[in-house]
T-cell receptor, first 112, second 114 residues
Framework: QQPVQSPQAVILREGEDAVINCSSS?????VHWYRQKHGEAPVFLMI?????EQKGHEKISASFNEKKQQSSLYLTASQLSYSGTYFC?????????????FGQGTELSVKP | NAGVTQTPKFQVLKTGQSMTLQCAQD?????MSWYRQDPGMGLRLIHY???????DQGEVPNGYNVSRSTTEDFPLRLLSAAPSQTSVYFC?????????????FGQGTRLTVV
């Protein structure tokens, strides 16, 4: 079952912040975040593992709440280059070594 | 180092035709997988493989077959194409447990079934 992402789409002005959420109905082992530009392949941003710390990547960071089976991606002081579709991918606690299931995506547009 | 290479980039099929989408990686990755991407549906897992000779089904396996005879290659076969299989297909690979490590994606194959 796919994780659910919210919001489905968001429009920002340069310099504004955004939060993208990812929720699963299954106990999670890992959460991945990817960004996809239009017409291109998804590109890896970061992985958060069960029991791990909040991760950061330039002005993009993420958290993983194991109890709520949720992850959030934080984009601060957004830049035009942040535009794209963001996907979370989840690994199940009880299916390690197996499937990585992605959410439906969140389309982010950053305007000048 | 080419990474993950998919061929063809574009394909138009008639309903009922069969074809094979090719995927090759040169990073010696154990894990490979196929996803389809449709508007509003995100990336949905079709089949995946944890190593040569081992494959398993994903979320939407019906109408597709895979095999993994070598570490490098993971072809996806459409047995009898249907319009519902019109989509963009992505192949991905990763070093080991796909849940622990970064997945590298190919550039995709855009398939249209008429």
């Amino acid at each position: 079952q796919q994780p659910v992402q919210s919001p489905q789409a968001v429009i920002l002005r340069e310099g504004e912040d955004a939060v993208i959420n990812c929720s699963s109905s299954k106990a999670l082992y890992s959460v991945h975040w990817y960004r996809q530009k239009h017409g291109e392949a998804p590109v890896f941003l970061m992985i958060l593992l069960k029991g791990g710390e909040q991760k950061g990547h330039e002005k993009i960071s993420a958290s993983f709440n194991e109890k709520k089976q949720q992850s959030s991606l934080y984009l601060t002081a957004s830049q035009l280059s942040y535009s794209g579709t963001y996907f979370c991918g989840t690994g199940s606690l009880y299916n390690q070594g197996g499937k990585l299931i992605f959410g439906q995506g969140t389309e982010l547009s950053v305007k000048p | 180092n080419a990474g993950v290479t998919q061929t063809p980039k574009f394909q138009v099929l008639k309903t009922g035709q069969s074809m094979t989408l090719q995927c090759a990686q040169d990073m010696n990755h154990e894990y490979m997988s196929w996803y389809r991407q449709d508007p509003g549906m995100g990336l949905r897992l079709i089949h995946y493989s944890v190593g040569a000779g081992i494959t398993d089904q994903g979320e939407v396996p019906n109408g597709y077959n895979v095999s993994r005879s070598t570490t490098e290659d993971f072809p996806l076969r459409l047995l009898s194409a249907a319009p519902s299989q019109t989509s963009v297909y992505f192949c991905a690979s990763s070093y080991s447990d796909s849940q622990n490590t970064e997945a590298f994606f190919g550039q995709g194959t855009r398939l249209t079934v008429v």
